[in-house]
C-alpha cells in the first residue's frame, strides 16, 4: 500500500509496476455500446421497464397503451394513426408493403444500401414488379432522380425509400422526393424511417409522407422489439382495395383495435412501458433539442476524425450515425475486434461488400459530446495498436473544437 503513496523514481516505478498496463487491459473496462441499433438507453428507462408486469387487456393498460399513442404522434408529427407492432422493423416494412399495394403492382425502391435493398427484396417476394434504383452505396438519390423514374414508370403505384441508410451513414431528402411524387403521380411515398424518425428532422403531415415506418431501438432509445408505422388517410384508402397475403401484419385489423386502445396480439408490455417513458423524455426537451444534439455530435465526430487523417465513407452524411473509411493498410475487422476485446467498446463494421471497409457509430440513442470524445480516445489507442501513425490526441482535440464550434455558432 505504501509504494502508491509516496512519489517514486520513474526507473523505480517502471522496474516494479511494468506490468500494471498488461494487468489493466486484461481486465474488462465498462461496456460501451456504440452500434446504431440496439443503441444506449437511458437509467430512467431502465428503471421503468423493471416495473411489475401489467396485463395487456387490462383497462388501466389500455388507458396507458392510448397515452403511448398519442406520445407516438408527437413523435412522428402526425394526427394520424401510428400503429405499434410487436416485431423488428423489418417487419413494420413488410407490413407496408402488404397492407397497401396488390398483386402485380409496379413499385420504384430506392435502392443505396443494404435496407433499401431490403425494399426491394420485400416486394419482390411478394410478387411486386420492381424497378429499382440502383445507386454505389454511400451516394443518394435526388428528386430528380426519382421524377425522372416515375416520368418512366407512370404506372408505379409507390415509390419506397430510406430516410437514413444505416449501411452507410447517408441521409437523403424525404420532404424533396415526396413533392416529386406528389407533383409527377399518385404513388404512394413508403419510408423506412427506422434510424430517422426522432432523430433527423422528419415532419410526417407537414410534408405528406403516406407511410413512415420507424424501430424502437433507434431514436426511441428503448430496446428492440417494436415498430412504429403512421399512416395517412390516402394510404388507409389504398388498403381497402390491397389483395397481398397478410395476418399478423393486417393493418385494418390493427386500426381497428388501436380505437379501443389495444392491439389485435399480445404485444410486449415492458417494451411499451419503457416506450412510454423515453417519449415522455424525449417531449419534455423537444424535437428541437434533439435534431441539434445529434446534428452537433454527428459534426464534431466527423470533423474530428478527418482533421486526425480518417475520411468520411458517405456523400451526404446523416446525423443518426457516422460511417467512416477504415485507414488504408488498417484490417477493418481485426480493428472493430480490439474495440471490443481490448477496450470494451463496441460499434459496426460494414456490411456485405463493405465488411473490413468502414466502420460505422452511432449518434442517436442516449449519448452526449463526452460519449463521443470517449469513443475517439478508445479509436486513437485501438489503430495504434494497430500500428497506424496516428498522433495521440489528434481526433479527441478535433471533435472537442468542432463541437465547441458548432454550438457557439450564430443562430
Known sequence: MGHFLFPQPMDRVRKNYGKVSQIYWSSKMRPR???PGPTQISDQVTKAMAQPMRHHRSPEFKQFFADTSKLLQQFFKTKNDVLTLTSSGSGGMEGAIVNFLSRGDKVITVEAGKFGQRWGEISRAYGL????????????????????LLLKNPDAKAVLFTHSETSTGTAFDVQGITRVVRENSEALTIID????????PFFMDEWDVDVCVSGSQKGAMIPPGLAFVAISERAWRCAETSDLPKYYFDFKKARKTLRNDTTPFTPATTLLIGLNEALKLFHAKGHEYHWQKYAAMSYAVRTGLTAAGLEVFSRQPSHALTAMKVPTGIDGQEFVKIMRDKYNLTLAGGQDHLKGKIFRLAHMGYYDHLDMIAFAAALELALRDLG?????GLAVQGIQKAYTEFINKPA
Open 33 to 35: 455500446l456504440f452500434t
Open 129 to 148: 414488379e420492381v424497378i429499382p434504383l440502383i445507386i454505389e452505396w454511400g451516394d443518394f438519390a435526388t428528386p430528380d432522380d426519382i421524377k425522372n
Open 193 to 200: 424511417g427506422v434510424t430517422s424518425v426522432g432523430v433527423l
Open 388 to 392: 497506424w501513425p496516428l498522433v495521440p
